[in-house]
């Protein structure tokens, strides 16, 4: 193979691979009506392979063919390979087989040839002549082209069919077109740095984008770059946290979110590219946001109005200063963030937190008609328009794999934009059919206070918990849905389980069981199993919306505490380990976690910070714990420690003693910051800290989108 460059689907002629259709120029597979569309790459692939007629690819032609001779990880080129035989399985690989070759490459095997028969129909009359199908590849055949047509000998004849045809030709090509759908034609890699970018923004006017960048989430500033050259240039510069940029109509303005820890946050704008910055607005009790610049001039942001309730989506009036709620979530466990404006300006699509039923909402500005865009349950990330208001794209975590789908306004189902094990975080559209997205590399650990890496994965991993022999479970996240992970000592991570939806395990006393919450469309449950994986029973049922979660085990392992939502507010509930009787509630509404101290009961509340001990008169022991933190804290022992976010810059693991005494302070450098879940564990044998480390990274690419 002597070609060299990269290869140009533009410029590869179409051709039948077995009994597929492969179209390069489209980026299309097609095995009878069903059409599948490839990412460029993996399409370069395939071409390269058939073209090699069974001869071995190497990498070194994969990277300097496929890639452009590019610095290419070996994941990247393996995970190439595994979407090409993907492409193979849709006809069961009847038609060919990738084959790999040890040390060497690549090869394309067990090719099915397809025959002129099976390509044509069948010929009007025993004299008709044979279509020439010409095969510029040797054992790949091109798409054979229509048959020709008997000669009519009559003119009149011809005339009338001629006549009808230019009637009927227009009227058949409405009926019978196929629909346009949505695919993606170049993939770009932007911004690309060892700081972490992420929250692009993509200016109305098509030239630039705004993004946060910095080496963590709490110490981003703003950047603005050039879409077609030249270098990011820093926008702002504040020692507190920026982020959520946000574009005016006109492209002259960029608001954005500033954050101050254990405050309210600000909304800010500042004129693009120089002028002085202005605040003009402030959450009302959120920390954190994200804004959104309206089409009408408003600000679309998420708050909530009193510390407790819940989030939802308000409109903040520019010129009057009028503040109103646009959407009008559950008050008592659902949340919306995650504001994105159609471009014409009539819609609002937002994403609503309301485990088990979280999801892509749409809000139509003028009728106020709210309705669900993606699947209930499915777990996406993201959301952003095409520049035609017709669509929104949605990233997706699971069940299959991380990608990125379409979803039309008009109904039509979604369309599946990406195949591959890539995560996309946020992505926002913008003008001339581009689209910015968040690239992220996922990689987190847990270690110990040490800082002794104890186990590191990567995939997004939640909730550890640690038994008194050392073994660790966690929640992780991958291609195949949410799992429960044990770690023994000395032993690789073993996945006991998989469920649509689980968080917070926690060992029983003896180590043998897990307690789990877990939920589905219906219900929201709390399960126990084996630490083998075996032997799972749900021991407490609830309405979904009721949100039961972190249970915790009683000191004789006999029974469970958990927290649920009745409807009428936050309460714990007790429920026999062994599911033999019924949920009882226990007195009092508000507490959202608890712990078990002995006999004592320790909780945090809802709606106000801090830790109390319960009792006939609750207890404040803890003040600073804020309830968007609700799972990073636990006991072991008579120490209690929780993570202690007050310094953005210097997040620390605070160790109180139960029995009175001095409390510790351990930095906790990289500790994972969320409110989707626990971070933090004790290990019970010395009561010292074990926590999750973020070690991924996030940088921005361009999409360029087309509609056929």
Not at 110 to 122: M, N, R
Not at 157 to 168: D, F, H, S
Not at 257 to 272: A, D, F, L, S, Y
Not at 419 to 433: A, H, L, S
Request: charged share 25%.
């Amino acid at each position: 193979m002597s070609e060299k460059g990269e290869i140009d689907l533009a410029r590869e002629a179409d051709f039948l691979l077995g009994r597929l259709q492969v179209r390069p120029s489209l980026r299309e597979i097609r095995l009878g009506g069903r059409a599948e569309t490839l990412e460029p790459r993996v399409m370069q692939v395939l071409v390269l392979l058939a073209h090699a007629d069974g001869a071995v690819v190497s990498r070194d032609q994969l990277i300097e063919r496929c890639w452009g001779g590019r610095i290419v990880g070996e994941d990247a080129i393996n995970r190439c390979i595994a979407k090409v035989r993907r492409v193979a399985e849709l006809d069961g690989n009847e038609s060919f087989a990738i084959e790999t070759v040890t040390r060497v490459g690549y090869r394309l095997s067990h090719l099915k040839t397809a025959t002129v028969e099976s390509l044509t129909p069948p010929p009007e009359a025993p004299d008709a002549p044979q279509p020439r199908v010409v095969s510029a590849v040797p054992g790949v055949l091109p798409l054979a082209a229509a048959p020709p047509t008997r000669r009519v000998r009559s003119n009149w004849i011809w005339i009338a069919v001629i006549a009808v045809g230019l009637i009927a030709i227009p009227a058949a090509w409405v009926l019978l077109r196929p629909a346009q759908e949505w695919s993606i034609d170049r993939f770009q890699m932007l911004v690309s740095t060892p700081a972490l970018e992420d929250q692009p923004a993509l200016a109305p006017n098509g030239a630039m984008i705004a993004y946060a960048a910095g080496s963590g989430q709490n110490s981003r500033s703003l950047y603005l770059r050039n879409l077609t050259e030249g270098e990011a240039v820093r926008l702002t510069d504040d020692p507190r946290d920026e982020y959520s940029p946000a574009w005016s109509p006109q492209s002259d303005r960029i608001a954005f979110v500033r954050e101050t820890p254990g405050k309210p946050c600000t909304i800010m704008v500042k004129p693009v590219p120089a002028g002085n910055e202005q605040e003009v607005a402030h959450c009302k009790t959120n920390e954190s946001s994200r804004v959104a610049w309206g089409k009408d001039g408003a600000l679309y942001f998420s708050d909530a109005p009193a510390a407790n309730q819940t989030s939802r989506i308000v409109r903040f009036d520019l010129a009057t200063g009028k503040r109103s709620d646009v959407t009008h979530p559950n008050p008592l466990i659902a949340n919306d963030k995650e504001p994105q404006l159609s471009p014409d300006g009539k819609t609002l699509a937002f994403y609503r937190d309301q485990y088990p039923h979280s999801g892509i909402y749409l809000l139509d500005l003028a009728s106020g008609n709210e309705r669900r865009l993606t699947p209930d349950g499915l777990s996406v990330w993201g959301n952003g328009w095409t520049s035609d208001s017709s669509a929104v794209i949605v990233g997706t975590l699971q069940p299959d794999e991380p990608a990125l789908w379409v979803y039309p306004l008009d109904g039509k189902p979604a369309k599946r934009l990406t195949f591959n094990q890539q995560e996309f975080g946020r992505i926002v559209g913008g003008p001339n059919n581009v689209a910015a997205v968040e690239v992220y590399t996922t990689r987190m650990s847990i270690v110990g206070a040490d800082g002794r890496t104890l186990i590191e994965r990567n995939s997004d991993i939640l909730d550890p918990d640690m038994a008194a022999d050392g073994s660790i479970v966690f929640v992780a996240y991958g291609t195949g849905g949410v799992s429960l992970v044990v770690k023994r000592p000395g032993k690789e991570p073993n996945k006991i389980a998989s469920f649509k939806q689980v968080l917070n395990p926690h060992w029983s006393p003896d180590g043998s069981r897990i307690a789990f919450a877990m939920g589905d469309e219906k219900n929201s449950k709390i399960g126990v199993i084996r630490a083998d994986g075996s032997a799972r029973i749900n021991v407490a049922t609830m309405k979904a919306d009721a949100q039961a979660s972190a249970p915790v085990w009683s000191a004789d392992g006999k029974s469970l505490l958990f927290s649920a939502n009745d409807g009428h507010g936050w309460r714990l509930w007790r429920v026999a380990a062994d599911g033999s009787a019924k949920p009882e509630a226990l007195p009092g509404y508000g507490w959202y976690s608890a712990h078990f101290h002995g006999a004592d009961i320790y909780a945090t509340r809802f709606d106000k910070p801090g830790i109390w001990k319960l009792g006939d008169t609750p207890t404040q022991i803890i003040d600073n714990l804020s309830p968007d933190y609700w799972a990073d804290w636990a006991i072991a022992g008579d120490t209690l420690a929780y993570v202690d976010f007050g310094d953005p810059k210097k997040t620390k693991i605070v160790l109180h003693p139960l029995n009175g005494g001095t409390d510790t302070i351990i930095d906790a450098p990289g500790i994972r910051q969320t409110v989707a879940g626990g971070v933090l564990a004790l290990d019970p044998r010395s009561a010292t800290p074990v926590y999750i480390r973020d070690l991924s990274d996030s940088d921005i690419a361009l999409l360029h989108l087309a509609k056929r």
